[in-house]
């Protein structure tokens, strides 16, 4: 019986240290998102009740900031350009493609060229970027010994 409760601590001893090893390295992330993402949230709610110059201190004004915000009539102009942006968006960056997946993927007879154009501009910027760099440092012609002929120095 003495046997199975001093296993049965141990087994708790190292559980608890591999939970308190676990704490520590997720507390060290959650610490950088809350420093990189909560603070400056809280800093802009902060700010925008306040007046601020940059010059000198801030002063709190409370509300007065948003009934200005409010009573601009360029920002009901921008909550409708936002509006008619966000409802284009979701129209053309997700029912336009999914529309011509659907077709593309009805078209079994010409679904290798559709795959290769549609693939290949994935494809082509690596392959151009290779292509560029090795005419870069061709040993014979390449640009960058041209250059250096050029300015008459050792290639």
Not at 30 to 50: D, K, M, N
Not at 62 to 86: E, I, M, S, Y
Request: hydrophobic share 55%; proline share 6%; charged share 15%.
């Amino acid at each position: 019986m003495a046997v199975r409760t001093s296993a049965r601590r141990a087994v708790r001893r190292r559980r608890l240290r591999d939970d308190l090893l676990a704490y520590a390295f997720l507390a060290a992330g959650i610490l950088c998102f809350a420093f990189f993402s909560w603070y400056p949230l809280a800093r802009g709610v902060l700010l925008s009740f306040q007046q601020v110059n940059f010059v000198t201190d801030p002063t709190f004004v409370g509300l007065d900031n948003f009934r200005a915000l409010v009573a601009d009539p360029l920002f009901w102009t921008a909550w409708k350009n936002t509006l008619v942006f966000t409802g284009l968006a979701l129209v053309l960056g997700y029912l336009v493609p999914l529309a011509l997946a659907i077709l593309l993927n009805e078209l079994r007879h010409l679904a290798g060229f559709f795959r290769i154009a549609v693939y290949l501009p994935v494809m082509l910027p690596p392959i151009v970027v290779v292509l560029l760099w090795k005419y870069l440092y061709d040993p014979g012609n390449g640009l960058f010994n041209t250059l250096l002929r050029g300015a008459h120095l050792p290639e």
